[in-house]
Nanobody, 116 residues
Framework: QVQLVESGGGLVHPGGSLRLSCAAS????????MSWYRQAPGKERELVAT????????NYADSVKGRFTISRDNAENSAYLHMKSLKPEDTAVYYC?????????WGQGTQVTVSS
């Protein structure tokens, strides 16, 4: 079966760092675009970062540019989100998404809390 499993979330202080991981299985990971989204309570889910199938291009939300880095390792069927200089407003559930045209898969999410 198709699976996307996020891990690496947790509680960090402002200015801290976390690396989120997304382990994929059950589909041809290497040809899918990978993205990270986040959703805070009472807010709509928003796109954080996207990376192309061969890592040739990336896109970031303005709110995370210069602080977050998306990457992938097709040999390991994994995608990552390195988060630095974290702010309280980064607090959200972070979701991994794989998409290829109209085929979309979502992970279950991992909580990131940034608080003093």
């Amino acid at each position: 079966q198709v699976q996307l499993v996020e891990s690496g979330g947790g509680l960090v202080h402002p200015g801290g760092s976390l690396r989120l991981s997304c382990a994929a299985s059950g589909f041809t990971f290497s040809i899918y675009r990978m993205s990270w989204y986040r959703q805070a309570p009472g807010k709509e889910r928003e796109l954080v970062a996207t990376i192309s199938s061969n890592s040739g291009s990336t896109n970031y939300a303005d709110s995370v540019k210069g602080r977050f880095t998306i990457s992938r390792d097709n040999a390991e069927n994994s995608a990552y989100l390195h988060m630095k200089s974290l702010k309280p407003e980064d607090t959200a559930v972070y979701y991994c998404r794989a998409d290829l045209y109209n085929r979309i898969y979502w992970g279950q999410g991992t909580q990131v809390t940034v608080s003093s």
